[in-house]
């Protein structure tokens, strides 16, 4: 079993940041992949970025690409997600998961979070 805890959601007006974070515990010898997902309400969950657990790949939707920065710190198993430049149309839950697999989809992750609600005002 694998735990992730997240934080850093909250309000903010369009423009501005917000940096998620998702800290892993448990079994994680198995884990090669840390993602970020999303889910706006009447929509389906969708892929926001992932990083290697080593942190050298990473892969982003065109949505995010040069706003949202995805990176981790090794020595406390954490995954952080740099939002920049929020726009309305990033309000949703944003969840964080891990897998074995290096790969954009929501099916590849074998452990999520609680999520963490990220509301943009115009």
């Known amino acids: 079993q694998v735990q992730l805890v997240e934080s850093g959601g909250g309000l903010v007006q369009a423009g501005g940041s917000l940096r998620l974070s998702c800290a892993a515990s448990?079994?994680?010898?198995?884990?090669?992949?840390m993602g970020w997902f999303r889910q706006a309400p009447g929509k389906e969950r969708e892929f926001v970025a992932f990083?290697?657990?080593?942190?050298?790949?990473?892969n982003y939707a065109d949505s995010v690409k040069g706003r949202f920065t995805i990176s981790r710190d090794n020595a406390k198993n954490t995954v952080y997600l740099e939002m920049n430049n929020l726009k309305p149309e990033d309000t949703a839950v944003y969840y964080c998961?891990?897998?074995?697999?290096?790969?954009?989809?929501?099916?590849?992750?074998?452990?999520w979070g609680q999520g963490t609600q990220v509301t943009v005002s115009s």
């Open positions: 998961a891990v897998g074995r697999w290096l790969i954009a989809a929501a099916w590849g992750y074998d452990y």
């Open positions: 990083i290697s657990w080593s942190g050298g790949s990473t």
């Open positions: 448990g079994r994680t010898f198995n884990v090669n992949a």
